[in-house]
């Protein structure tokens, strides 16, 4: 499931980075956190996937301008349905009836605005000084929470500060139906005052929150020396005082709205003293993502180790940096030198953003993995063992024969593709897995969810141009394939219920919970998904550059399901005793199940994909399903009939009202890149 943070036009660049960095730090571990701008509201399929929905601070009349109509009916459907809504700053204005901002100066906007979560009106600003693209108006404002809200959670206060710049209040909120407020504006003198601050509205069977202040910024990530926020103490330091409280306060709010959180609870005792500074905190937990760990290079055989050392020194300066564009790796000759510790820099990202860059320290082990106790999620030598004992002697391998570990990196997709010349240095079959990514990346604008127990890795792979009867399209196919093979074509595990839905995610049939009732006879089960996989390709002489991703939640049951958790389901229901998998065991039957598929479609009888299609239609969900062509006028209802062997396009026959088939109505369909659901809004072809 994914959050959405709202980043057309208006939407202010701080409040933009703050609400992503935020959100990724609280609930990443169970959610997609991404961006989306007023054309993907509009016109994309978000919504079934969508657990929250975020409005950030900005402009509201860019907001009007882009948003009225067509987008702002499927966001309030999307609410009324259920849905989850967060508005802050301008974004509380623009979910308002009415806004009436800054009236008798240039900055007046007044008018009605069509979301309506609020059935009042909104007024500001409530701070005096705010001036757009600026800090001049930026407050350290106290709010009072409303004791019938808070009271029962034991958060250790009833006030706190938290970041203002612009924003207004709900008038009479208390008095609205549907309408409870969350927390009240102190006046500048410490008294309490009686405008709301933060309120959260019922809308249908969905939740609109709506904030006039900031409880999303980050003060670490605010510059104390800028002169706008005033001499010290000023704004930041005042914030940074009271940040646990802040950190408790926006878990308390993300609860309240439905979402599952993965940040540890901070203790009530940092949360209430005055000096953050004092606070024991893991690295990195402040925020929630944890610092990045070193990466260990270790082979199956040591000689493979020994060559791709030599290889990877070729690049490097004479002080074993390796710099690459999107990264810096600095060479360790073993697990016995010193691993530096290097000091993070901030760039800009494609999007704008900053970002922390630190360089990679990359552990040679020439002697097999590093010991469990370095690396105690993922055990390097275990992995190795296991490879070599399911590995068929009547076939010579590659894949996996060496690996790059780390516990916790930045993405394996992003070390890989974007740093061509290290990837170039690498061997096909080279992998590089990790327990946790900060910065995981997906298909489009997603990125990778990264919970405890989830396996994700990215391969290496040298695809031959000349191979024109295998294509490189179908590596996506081949790496899901090979992740559900890996498991169902083991004995005992046939029916262990893993599924393929095109083109590149892993589903399951979700199994049932205590008390949940079997689906209806001659319906579909619940499916969720489990994992997902991401090819990149670049072209390099007479091959294709491939780097082939994939995450599968292996251990851990949130947030949907996990391949352990089906087969523990499977032993209830069928009394079998069917063993777990660990992290290291699967990429194991992954690579070798995997490397002899890839065999087969390049170097089998010459007809590619053709000689694994019934072992995929055995596995994919799709076979006579109906879809809907939304990008036809009018729209069209075919019918599934499988995958076309040149380019992989879905193969369809167009239907009538009784689902019977149109003769000559064939379309060949291709997904239309958006971020969601790629059997929604499929692009056709007519033959």
């Not at 997902?532 to 991703?549: D, K, P, T």
């Not at 396009?649 to 239907?655: A, D, I, M, N």
Request: net charge negative.
């Amino acid at each position: 499931m994914n959050v959405l943070v709202y980043s057309g036009e208006g939407t202010s660049r701080a409040s933009l980075a703050h609400t992503v960095r935020t959100l990724r730090s609280l609930v990443g571990h169970h959610y997609d956190v991404m961006k989306i701008d007023a054309k993907g509201l509009t016109t994309e399929p978000w919504e079934e996937s969508t657990s929250l929905l975020v409005i950030p601070g900005g402009r509201d009349v860019p907001y009007t301008r882009d948003l009225n109509g067509a987008a702002n009916d499927k966001i309030r459907a999307y609410v009324a349905g259920g849905g989850r809504f967060w508005g802050i700053c301008a974004g509380a204005y623009f979910s308002s009836d009415q806004i009436v901002f800054e009236v008798g100066t240039p900055l007046e906007v007044q008018g009605a605005r069509e979301l309506k979560f609020f059935s009042g009106e909104c007024r500001g600003v409530v701070y005096p000084g705010f001036v757009y693209d600026s800090e001049q108006g930026a407050n350290a404002v106290g709010i009072r929470l409303a004791e019938e809200v808070f009271g029962s959670e034991g958060l250790g206060f009833e006030e706190t500060r938290v970041y203002f710049n612009g924003g207004g209040y709900f008038v009479d909120a208390e008095k609205k139906p549907g309408c409870s407020v969350l927390a009240w504006y102190k006046d500048t003198d410490g008294n309490e005052g009686q405008k709301a601050a933060m309120i959260a509205c019922q809308v249908g069977q969905g939740m609109a929150l709506l904030t006039g202040v900031h409880p999303e910024y980050d003060p670490a990530h605010l510059d104390a020396g800028n002169p706008e926020y005033g001499p010290l103490p000023n704004v930041v330091s005042q914030l940074l005082e009271t940040d646990q409280q802040r950190l408790l306060l926006v878990r308390s709010l993300l609860k309240k709205l439905g979402l599952k959180l993965s940040q540890p609870e901070v203790s009530q005792a940092a949360a209430t003293t005055q000096d953050a500074a004092i606070v024991a905190l893991p690295p990195g937990a402040i925020m929630g993502i944890p610092d990045l760990t070193p990466l260990y290079l270790a082979s199956v055989e040591p000689a493979y180790t020994t060559l791709l050392a030599h290889s990877l020194r070729s690049i490097a300066t004479p002080e074993g940096l390796i710099k690459e564009p999107n990264d810096t790796f600095q060479l360790i000759a073993s697990p016995q030198h010193t691993i530096p510790v290097h000091t993070s820099t901030l760039s800009e990202t494609a999007e704008g953003e900053s970002e922390e860059k630190v360089i990679k320290n990359l552990v040679v082990c020439h002697d097999g993995g590093p010991s469990a106790s370095t690396t105690p999620q993922f055990v390097m030598n275990d992995y190795f063992q296991h490879l070599k004992k399911i590995r068929p002697a009547t076939q010579q391998f590659t894949f996996g024969n060496s690996l790059l570990y780390g516990e916790v990196v930045s993405s394996t997709q992003t070390m890989l593709d974007k740093n061509f010349t290290f990837c170039q240095h690498l061997p096909t079959g080279f992998v590089c897995n990790a327990t946790i990514q900060t910065a995981g990346r997906g298909r489009g604008r997603n990125s990778w969810i990264s919970p405890p127990g989830c396996l994700q890795f990215s391969m290496v792979l040298r695809h031959p141009f000349q191979a024109r009867h295998a294509s490189a399209v179908f590596v996506q196919y081949l790496v899901a394939l090979a992740v559900v093979e890996s498991v169902c074509s083991l004995p005992g595990y046939e029916e262990v219920p893993l599924k393929l839905k095109w083109p590149n995610d892993i589903y399951a049939e979700a199994p049932l919970e205590e008390g949940e009732e079997p689906a209806p006879e001659g319906t579909a089960p619940r499916m969720v998904k489990v994992g997902g996989v991401l090819v990149n390709s670049n072209f390099s002489g007479s091959e294709f550059l491939l780097v082939a991703g994939c995450g599968i939640n292996t251990t851990n049951p949130n947030p949907t399901t996990s391949i352990n958790h089906l087969i523990r389901y499977h032993n209830k229901k069928t009394g079998k005793n069917l063993a777990l998998f660990t992290q290291e065991t699967l990429l194991a039957h992954i690579l070798v199940k995997l490397e002899q598929m890839y065999t087969t479609f390049v170097h089998g009888n010459g007809t590619g994909f053709a000689q694994l299609e019934q072992t995929y239609y055995k596995r994919w969900l799709h076979t006579n399903a109906f879809v809907t062509l939304t990008t036809m006028t009018p729209h069209r209802r075919v019918r599934i009939q499988g995958i076309t062997l040149d380019y992989g396009l879905l193969k369809t026959v167009g239907v009538d009202e009784q689902g019977r088939d149109i003769a000559g109505e064939e379309f060949r369909l291709q997904p239309d890149g958006n971020s969601f659901d790629m059997l929604k809004g499929l692009i056709s072809t007519k033959l």
